[in-house]
């Protein structure tokens, strides 16, 4: 036996960074979050804290902040791509840069001037790129937060049972979720698919992948929260050629029927009770069978 | 000395209520978080333990369940007030009830059918009532997370300063808030003023509201935020004769424009870091100077 | 009807300072959450927007770094004053100052050097300071986030009944709360009670009222946790000259001894359901009868 | 291209379970949040929604609180295997189980009766389990949110430095993190290294990884946090033969120390603003060479 270093990275979490772009007096505004995770020539600093490999977290920092206002902050892959390029690009000891971005969304306040921003709530937009200095790279768009019911239109039964089900068939509840959702693009830049240009930016991507999750979320008559997983993540791939796999993770935010009988009333799914925990947890993965090789772009 | 019991009150809080109505094929949602806070002849059940005069917290619970089958969930000041004149009404040990309601809002998914919704995210919606047994009773409406950010037309400059004062003179800066504010109907059912009487329904009273703080935050040409929440307030007095007081308080959310100096660039107010603390914290109340007396309205 | 100005106050809120002290290779460890509200002649700033008596809060988080250099961190309470003393004393247009501070607990680690410090977990200490440029003062301490469980010796029943009570009397159960409580200091500085000086210190009073605090919530075989809250309030009181008022808030944080009947299997207190919502609360004031008048020491 | 379907698991999360067990008058507390992922031939229930394999999450739930009364909850690993394998091998389309537990610790109130409890904050300990219905298992033991400090004993100097650097080297700074470990046993049931059997339980196991972290975090003079981090990782491996496998991840959280030079002070490590975002986060894995395979023991 002999201990060895394994896998490693480091980085920094979770920068800030809030970019204004100005059109005249019409303000734009970018507010992300920024996680970096570098790794390469790093075993002499674990070995024997030699640094000389490590550039600081403090300078990824500055140079989210530098890009930004170099470049603007685009649509966030292109972003997260842009800064991923430059440290693989820059440091020799950096072999991989893993780039993770949320961003917060906000509208115009109405009648407001063109400065003034509510935030938009609901779900946050996510990306993680990965690019190797051998130029190999990957782009997972997401989205997380994105909570969605359906008051009727869902049913269970026909379940398996053991000495510990007493759950009671189910022929009209209500299904609430909060979607998770990563979806990897074929290819970097973007693809329309085998042998297909593609020509749309990620914001018509995302746009268009979010619409088609709640479309399927609504459109689909559920006897499962699993076929309702696999609908949208089925409907996604088919749609939109640039994705060749889609991760979904769907809490079952339990709504339950109050029983009122005690006191004489009826309850024909009209007073749920909200339960925080437990929840179920569906996960899965639906994928093109043709998809490329994930290599590290799930990491 | 002796010791002796001071003012105290008891009940279920966080009690979390979806509420599903249904127009034929149409449904609708109201989603609600209500928290009860009974007091009265309690001295007994402190000293002594004899749990005579209380009604279990789990009955309250039940209360809301059943008063949600019975009669809706309107507007939530409309529900809590039902709820609170119940309490006072129906045990005699209860003398005084508060209620106070937390609403989540849903969308309705575009294109979907008319029982799928999607959480709107952003503000909560909130309100507190009180009744006591000989009908006297408040309402307090509000609203939380409602997060704004103006990225001109706000300034810092001329304040007093102080042998640790190294802030420079803002002529201009970010500012953001996330807005807390609560304010008192006059009277109870709504009145429109003095001598007026007010056909309005709590709905309309709240967008109002809502929009006449988001106007005055967007439209302040801001010399503090002080000066931004007196406006907030004021404009909401002057426009809403069914409110007498307003109370907000604003977290200045601050973002600083990062020195990009050392990289050989500017930065004309285009990156920012957003802080998470500390921050500060404004606070003020704004009333008409005919309030009638407030009574426990804010406790 | 007028628009006018009510009570406000404004100030930097959550500066976090760690205060290291050496003795000799022996190090101490302050760590503490610091939020400072400041008010007096503030109607300029909001009707005009001019900041000539505003000192910034810019300034307030480098009084608090400033001052823990200088004087270092005792107790928490003696911090706060020292803080609201300094503004009140030195900005003419500051009359009152508050200033909350939370303390996070450290414990050296086991056989480490003295610089080697793991977080305690546990409560969190508390204090609220006032204090008036005319010199009146006022002190609370307190904690948060004090979690204790009974596993047996609580009951609960006689209770009231209503229409909507399905609730079973319970003589046995399991009895859980976060304890949340504040208490008020007779005096600044603290002295013994009625005519007497009082000698220990703010550490002494708070490891004391902590204690008293544990063991009456232990000991006390509960009736109800009102009666629960009582006991613990009349025991500090009783046990702690110092201490003119206690307020209390405890969340019954429910644990349902799970139905496992339908599987062939009794519980007799064995097997809970730790709930998250809703839960009851419990809130009462416990108080010396010659308490002298609060003043502000509660906003 | 055909859309497939890819890995998924279901089940119940975060199952929140208290057990007593009484020894006389003197109970013993286990307060766990137990959560369930299940995978197997569940095709037909993505695709068409045919439930037939699916046991429903709430009987999950219910063999969670039958379990704990049948078997009491002993150490949270042998409970975590005792589902796995009684899912495992009482559902025929259920082919692997995933269980992981959180544990919440308690400690006896001083001076109280035996069954008088206090929260002890702090780390949180953890578990993942996972059983094959061939017998396959394997067990990652770990635990969260251990922070810690070291307040001098820390330098980071000599690192890369590119056209963002703007750190100045450190020769004594203040190291805090919030260790977050999992730690993989070589073997199920645990075995003593190659060749040699293992007597100890789990609980001995995790209060001697415990007490390593802390020494090693504690006794290295760090010239990086990714040194600290493989230290730590080292002296685990080589001083518990029963752990193959261990993986870090320490957030940096920075301690900076104030410039006081406007105020005339100076600040020799005395003083710091502990920063909430952003931070360096540093992870790692460190393992013996000869190690089996990991299977699935870290999904």
Known sequence: MAVVLGPNRYGKAETRVVRVTRDGDVHHVKDCNVSIALSGAMTDVHLTGDNAAVLPTDSQKNTVYAMARRHGIGE?????????????????????????????????????????FVRAGGEVRTCVAHHDRDGTASVVSGLKDLVVLNSTGSEFHGFAQDEYTTLKPATDRVLATAVTAAWRHTAVPPRGGPGEPYAESYAVSYAEVRRHLLEAFARTHSLSLQQTLYTMGRQVLEARPEICEIRLALPNKHHFAVDLSPFGLDNDNEVFYAADRPYGLIEGHVLDDDAPDAGRAWE
């Open 76 to 116: 966030i892959e292109d972003f997260a791509l842009l800064l991923a390029r430059h440290f693989t690009g820059s440091q020799p000891a950096i072999h991989h840069a893993r780039v993770e971005i949320e961003e917060y969304s906000w509208n115009r306040i109405p009648d407001g001037p063109p400065h003034s």
